[in-house]
């Protein structure tokens, strides 16, 4: 059995928390002993970790790209080699046509981290050129 | 927040408003029980009894959205009664006489009945509060979920600079921010007028920094601020936005007014969802791209005290998805634009240079369990758990802390005959956000489940002819959702609160959006509804089953039926 030390994906208190990973698969959580919650853990943090299995108990995890190649079509499953030329060409379109500030970007204010929102607001700022990038800090 | 989260426990003095830490924040509720077994004062304003008022000193029940009527008569009372520290107001803060201008009509005798909390009452929480040795305002979305919440916010922030509650241990302001990185979001400059770092896209020398870093031309900058996310629906509408790219939220669920955000999805040329989840969001997408989940990467989030924090990954993930980040590298680099990154620490690591603020937080320094709190501008300091130690403020030229109040403003949409209850929105103990994550976890799901909750008091149930767990319809002038009703004395009459964690009882279908002017914040604690019993509660328990179970059908059957292309033979 090994452990990976997390912070809680839920609320902003802060909670570091063990996963137990048993053969590739988390068996159970463990309160840490964080600065901010000194080794305790709400219900969330005990129990809130097997969505990650993919337990479709409300809705299914998204397991390969997916393109509607027009309004109200099925979603065809594609390569990401597809996926990536596909959006990279309509957002270049549609730059060039309506300009960087018809694109609206968004970072995440949850489980994927402080990287992926700096690698966000650069793409919206070097690469679209606008500022068009927010989160839900507003609700 | 201003403070640690040490210092919440350490304080003297707890002034809690519109905060139920205990469903929103359950172990940062716990300091204020601590504070409490330490001998700490605790007041809390707040128009249910939440759990925090039970073990309050005082509890200030007041009426929903007269939040700013309430804050100008404590301003009023620390005046009149010269509770406040002269000596701190004259030499770290400015605009004293302006304050008297606005808070003179606003005596706790004359906003009784605006409030609702007897003038005694007012005056004594100042009393309180301006008489302990230290003391931290704590509060939450009870203010800033209002038409008028960031003038509510500096308001809050003059009582702490009247009775010089700042930059000391146990004294200071501290907003409780929600979600596990809402702060690193903001902190890492996902905000459209601020760079990472908080520096401002206004300024050329910030701006010529950024570009030379990212090797672009400074003038290919844009220097006006962007759009701000709440405001995205109408200017698709509008066709000013005409795509989208969505990382992680689900605004189907999550922004006021549900079917607005639905208009505003549909006009768009291009709606691209990258997310772990098949949400309501997802499916109305073009392009879906899934990514790696919390628990499968790891990274570096902020919590609510700005203390960064490492997260480490714990499993592979199984399916044909995608760190975020280098899916966005992906289509940066097919743009033209080459962007490569090995690992999160090489991210970390660039930005850290281009932040002075964040510079010393090294991923060595936070190690396993660190908690390094920003601004740490150098390799040897050690981060700065209380902030303004040096009593200088310096977002104003004079360093000086703007003591500013406003004119109180009734919420945009108040209660009429047709529509007698006023509904706020509020939290779920035990699930989050649009719950996608904890909707699907087997214990929080058998915990509570559709189609969620209206918390009603007794006697206005009552009035109604509606049983307690019965199934109820709540309609505003927007829409009509099916949900249970759950009898709670420790709700104000007049008022009822939905969570906003549902799906089928969606309370984001009824709210409304009376954005606040500066941050666009909608007016989620505050719209009019109508409650209606339903006579076959046989018949409602089939129909909501049938919606939810409708519902998971359909998000389910989207993933599923998605197949690859026929090969062209």
Known sequence: MEKATVVCPYCGAGCKMNLVVDNGKIIRAEAANGYTNQGELCLKGYYGWDFLNDTKLLTPRLREPMIRRSKGVPFETVSWDEAIKFVAKRFSEIKQKFGPRSIMTTGSSRGTGNETNYVMQKFARAVIGTNNVDCCARV | MSVSLDDIENSKCLFVFGYNGADSHPIVARRIVKARQKGAKIVVCDPRKIETARIADQFLQLHNGSNMALINAFIYTLIEEELYDKEFVAKYTEGFDGLWDVVKDYAPEAVEAATGVPAAQIRQAMRTYAGAESAVIMWGMGVTQYGQGTETVKSLAALALLTGNLGRAGAGVAPVRGQN????????????????????????AIREKFAKAWGIDPAQMDPEPGVRLSLVPHLAMEGK????????EDPMQTEADTSSVRKGLEALDLLVVQDIFMTKTAEMADVILPATSWGEHSGVYTCCDRGFQRFYKAVEPKYNVKRDWEIISLIATEMGYPMHYDNDQQIWDELRELCPIYYGVTYEKMGELGHIQWPCPTLEHPGTPILYTDLKFTAVAS???????????????????????????????GHYSCRSMTGNCAALKALADEPGFVQIHPDN???????????????????????????????????????????????NELTQENMDPVTNTPETKYCAVTLKSIDDQNWAESHAEQIYQDLKARLRSVVENAKPAAVAM
């Not at chain 2, 703007?402 to 509020?426: C, F, G, I, M, N």
């Open chain 2, 461 to 507: 149930a009552r009035q109604l002819g509606i049983q307690d767990q019965a199934l109820v319809w709540v309609e505003s002038r927007r829409g009509k959702v099916i949900t249970r009703a759950n009898f709670n004395e420790r709700v104000n009459r007049g008022a009822v609160y939905m969570t906003y964690q549902w799906w089928v009882g969606a309370c």
């Open chain 2, 399 to 429: 360093g000086k802390g703007q003591l500013l109040t406003h004119q109180w403003r009734k919420p945009a949409e108040l209660t009429t005959p047709d529509y007698p209850l006023v509904l706020s929105t509020v939290r779920e103990v």
């Open chain 2, 241 to 248: 936005v005409k795509a989208y790219y969505i990382m992680g």
């Open chain 2, 181 to 204: 990185n809402v702060q690193g979001a903001c902190d890492m400059g996902v905000l459209p007028d601020l760079f990472p770092g908080y520096q401002s896209v206004a300024d050329p």
